[in-house]
């Protein structure tokens, strides 16, 4: 994965942020407008104390309420530039929050299999949340800090430049020293906020894992052990946050110190300068609204900073996800999967999942023809479930082609190439769903009936009617509420009535009874009339009325052909295989 910084993250939100310009122009005058006439407004507030300080008789009063009134008149002002602004805000962000979450669903959900096998969900999950979350914070510390602090300083220093040249000067240079030392502490901190966000994500990482892992941390009595991993990152979690903290914490300190310095400094220039009649009494009233708000503005200024580098540093993670591309993609202007009469070639296909290991298939020849039943059987490992896998596109092969109906399965779309085929996986995982939903998952248009129809045929109706809410029963997070066998039984009841010209069974019927098991083999025999399916299994009872046999091992093929050739072969591992298993556990 390529490393993320500030600034593609921050492109990227550039990216997902930029629509809207409107909203954004809104925000952006409403704020200057409501910024302006407050700072105004204390000049007027000045005015009115001037008129209080210097007038005498009986124009005092009317003078007065002038002034008041001009000084409301900004106040109202501001306040009407404010509500335009909120406005424009609010609509902006949730607009905006919107689509990036939508984009994190798209993006995440195209990413390969390969990413989901390497990535924990429930750290995906918080990483989404997260990059949300600093979105808006970012956002917020723009606008409303940063954008509007520059923009209050500037004018503060043009009236206090005006009322004096030196009062300014001194202010000036204060603010720049001030929030220079800030933004270079900020930078400082950023390594700590990282390892601190780091330290975050290996929590949830490890909570995810070991709450999904919750049976075998009961079955093996790892609570203990799993205790004390946790308890390591905790306690890395805390040494890292407490360094983060305490930075902050010292960096205020400073900070306080230095202000303490600036208000007490000022007075007495403004003292010294008064003695001279180079500035009013009401002057100090300016000063000392002015002082407060550069206060105001400038105390949170450095946690601010901090906070938007803490965002970006909380955000670059899932940035890392969404800016890498891909890794199975349609090609450019792919066309879309034609099923003609369901042929698979694969040619000299070689596969690695990683480039570090070994290939798992190398120079790998099949084909199948259309509407035939082949059976890949062989020891665990050997690569079945990784060629039906690569059948699918789930991952790019290294070398060779795979065709399916004479369409390289690299040139089609990955939608129209998966339409075309159903498997039932070796571990079928449900959506946490109705068993309705669940199984219409394979064709969205399909009629109750139909789908209660393929329940039939895939003997799952009978233990559904069971259930006290019958089809519209929850299976819980990923199926869980279901024994083995009934998640296969829904998994194929699901494949069946996708109604797919190529159908793959990775074990599909490996938890169930043998009578069952027949059963179903027997529905199945009948559905796969006329399509080409591949049937993975070790029982091999199941397996031995198919047209073909396939002993896979180590990626290769070393046995092919009928199960009355094989057997009779001599010293073929089929026949081996077939003696340990009694006859595959029934004799016909
Ligand atoms: N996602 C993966 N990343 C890396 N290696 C993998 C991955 N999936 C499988 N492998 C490796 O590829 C090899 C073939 O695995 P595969 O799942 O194809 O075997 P199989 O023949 O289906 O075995 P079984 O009968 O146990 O299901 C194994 O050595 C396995 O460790
Ligand atoms: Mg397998």
Redesign the pocket.
């Known amino acids: 994965m390529k490393k993320v910084g500030l600034k593609e993250t921050a492109r990227l939100y550039w990216k997902l942020g930029k629509s809207y310009k409107w909203l954004v122009l809104g925000t952006l005058v409403g704020l200057l407008i409501a910024v302006a006439a407050q700072m105004v407004a204390i000049i007027a507030l000045r005015d009115f104390f001037d008129v209080l300080a210097t007038e005498t008789g009986s124009d005092v009063m009317p003078m007065a309420l002038q002034k008041l009134a001009i000084y409301a008149g900004w106040e109202i002002l501001a306040w009407a530039a404010w509500r335009i602004n909120t406005f424009a805000v609010i609509r902006y962000q949730s607009l905006t929050v919107r689509d990036i979450y939508d984009y994190c669903f798209e993006y995440v959900h195209h990413h390969s299999y ?1 990413f989901f ?1 390497d990535n924990f969900v429930g750290s995906l999950v918080k990483k989404v949340n997260r990059f949300v979350r600093s979105f808006e914070r970012i956002a917020d510390l723009i606008l409303y800090n940063f954008l509007s602090l520059f923009y209050r300083m500037f004018i503060i220093l043009g009236v206090l430049l005006w009322v004096n040249q030196w009062l300014g000067l001194v202010v000036f240079v204060w603010i720049i020293v001030f929030m220079s030392l800030n933004v270079f502490l900020s930078l400082k901190k950023l390594k700590y906020d990282r390892a601190k966000a780091h330290a975050d994500s290996k929590i949830s990482g490890q909570l995810a894992d070991t709450f999904t892992n919750n049976q075998n941390v009961k079955l093996f009595v790892g609570f203990k052990k799993e205790r004390r991993a946790f308890q390591n990152l905790t306690r890395s979690w805390y040494k890292k946050t407490r360094k983060a903290w305490d930075f902050d914490h010292y960096v205020e300190m400073g900070q306080s110190a230095f202000m303490i310095v600036l208000e007490v400094g000022i007075l007495y220039v403004a003292l010294e300068l008064w003695q001279l009649s180079f500035i009013e009494v009401a002057d100090f009233v300016l000063i000392q609204l002015y002082m407060f708000e550069i206060f105001h503005q400038v105390w949170p200024f450095g946690r601010n900073v901090r906070d938007f580098y803490e965002s970006f540093a909380d955000a670059e993670e899932m940035a890392e996800i969404l800016l890498e591309s891909h890794e199975v993609k349609d090609k450019k202007g792919a066309k879309s999967f034609k099923i003609l009469s369901g042929r698979v070639d694969f040619r000299n296909v070689s596969f690695t ?2 480039e570090a ?1 070994d290939h ?1 298939i190398n120079n790998f020849d099949l084909t199948i023809k259309s509407g035939q039943k082949v059976a890949l059987i ?1 020891p ?7 060629i039906t896998k690569l059948l699918l596109r789930f991952y790019d092969i290294q070398k060779g082609k795979i065709l399916v109906d004479d369409q390289n399965v690299a040139d089609v779309t990955q939608e129209s190439l998966r339409g075309a085929m159903a498997l039932v996986p ?1 571990d079928p995982i449900l959506f946490h769903r109705s068993l309705m939903e669940n199984i219409r998952y394979g064709r969205t248009n399909a009629s109750d009936e139909e789908v209660i129809a393929a329940a039939k045929m895939a003997f799952c109706h009978d233990f559904i009617q069971q259930f006290p809410k019958g089809y519209k029963t929850f299976v819980g997070e990923r199926g869980v509420k279901l024994s083995g066998g009934q998640r296969q039984r829904v998994a194929i009841a699901r494949a069946i009535l996708s109604n797919a010209k190529i159908l793959i069974l990775d ?1 599909a019927t490996s938890s169930l009874d043998s009578e069952s098991e027949m059963l179903i083999q027997k529905a199945l025999d009948n559905l796969v009339k006329n399509k080409t399916t591949i049937v993975i299994a ?1 029982r091999l009872s199941t397996v031995m009325s198919a047209d073909r046999i396939l002993v ?1 091992q180590n990626g290769k093929i070393v046995e092919d052909g009928r199960h009355s050739d094989l057997i009779n072969r001599k010293g073929s591992m089929y026949g081996k295989m077939w003696d340990l298993q009694v006859g595959g556990y029934m004799q016909d």
């Open positions: 390969a096998a999942y990683s290991d798992v062989g665990s490992g050997g690569g079945k479930t990784t070796q074990e070790h896979l």
